[in-house]
């Protein structure tokens, strides 16, 4: 359900605000999700109350197939943060440590009792939504450019001058073998039995 998480997060807050837990709250959300009814309840609820939730959302630019300009009037969507009183901070969703730095600010706000706060990441979808949809309507332009900045590629830039190639390139050929090993574990081990329980199966000829 496109925007779920919205709400939920924020009930979430809403129960560690009551019992005093300390915790908060995230819940990341795409373009297509902002525009929904659920997000501005939730939204207006977390400011009014001050709840300790941040909402981290991925602009990726597309809602399903959708782009966003036919999705909104705005074109940076945490401008609506500010009817809700909550801070907002737009960063490049492709760099990893932005992204860190944005939303770690906004969790400590909200733990200090402060109230909720959004970060807007900007990215964009390179591919299709899911199985079901392969892509097609991004401009060819526009994925190559995106794809240039990866976030892998962008985090690898910025840690090659302290790190340095070797090391760099032997935790890349680390983490390809573990993937490698786990694929090939995955396709030798045998299928799993599917167990149908005939008592919670409305279908089942024998009700
Ligand atoms: C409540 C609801 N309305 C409509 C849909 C159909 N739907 C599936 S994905 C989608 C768009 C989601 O857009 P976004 O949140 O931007 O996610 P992204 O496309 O970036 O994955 C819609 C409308 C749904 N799953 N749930």
Same mark, same amino acid.
């Given at each position: 359900?496109?925007?779920?998480?919205?709400?939920?997060?924020?009930?979430?807050?809403?129960? +560690?605000?009551?019992?005093?837990?300390?915790?908060? #709250? +995230?819940?990341?959300?795409?373009?297509?999700?902002?525009?929904?009814?659920?997000?501005?309840?939730?939204?207006?609820?977390?400011?009014?109350?001050?709840?300790?939730?941040?909402?981290?959302? @991925?602009?990726?630019?597309?809602?399903?197939?959708?782009?966003? @300009?036919?999705?909104?009037?705005?074109?940076?969507?945490?401008?609506?943060? *500010?009817?809700?009183?909550?801070? #907002?901070?737009?960063?490049?969703?492709?760099?990893?440590?932005?992204? =860190?730095?944005?939303?770690?600010?906004?969790?400590?706000? *909200?733990?200090?009792?402060?109230?909720?706060?959004?970060?807007?990441?900007?990215? =964009?979808?390179? @591919?299709?939504?899911?199985?079901?949809? +392969?892509?097609? =309507?991004?401009?060819?332009?526009?994925? #190559?450019?995106?794809?240039?900045?990866?976030?892998?590629?962008?985090?690898?830039?910025?840690?090659?001058?302290?790190?340095?190639?070797?090391k760099?390139a032997g935790i890349?050929?680390?983490?390809? *073998? @573990?993937?490698?090993?786990?694929?090939? *574990?995955?396709?030798?081990?045998?299928?799993?039995?599917?167990?149908?329980?005939?008592?919670?199966?409305? =279908?089942?000829?024998?009700?």
């Amino acid at each position: 359900i496109v925007g779920a998480g919205i709400p939920a997060a924020t009930g979430m807050a809403l129960s +560690m605000q009551i019992l005093g837990t300390g915790n908060v #709250a +995230m819940c990341v959300f795409g373009d297509g999700a902002a525009q929904t009814g659920i997000c501005h309840e939730a939204m207006n609820m977390a400011g009014l109350w001050k709840l300790p939730v941040v909402f981290v959302l @991925e602009h990726n630019q597309f809602g399903l197939t959708v782009p966003s @300009e036919v999705q909104s009037p705005v074109e940076d969507l945490s401008i609506r943060a *500010a009817g809700y009183a909550m801070p #907002a901070e737009i960063v490049d969703g492709n760099d990893a440590v932005a992204v =860190y730095r944005a939303v770690s600010a906004m969790v400590e706000r *909200a733990r200090r009792g402060e109230g909720p706060g959004m970060v807007e990441c900007k990215t =964009y979808r390179i @591919e299709g939504f899911s199985t079901s949809d +392969m892509g097609g =309507y991004q401009k060819s332009e526009d994925i #190559a450019a995106w794809k240039a900045r990866d976030p892998l590629l962008v985090s690898r830039k910025a840690l090659l001058g302290d790190v340095g190639e070797a090391k760099l390139a032997g935790i890349e050929a680390a983490a390809k *073998a @573990e993937v490698d090993e786990a694929f090939a *574990a995955a396709l030798s081990d045998p299928m799993p039995e599917f167990f149908v329980d005939e008592a919670c199966n409305p =279908y089942s000829e024998a009700h």
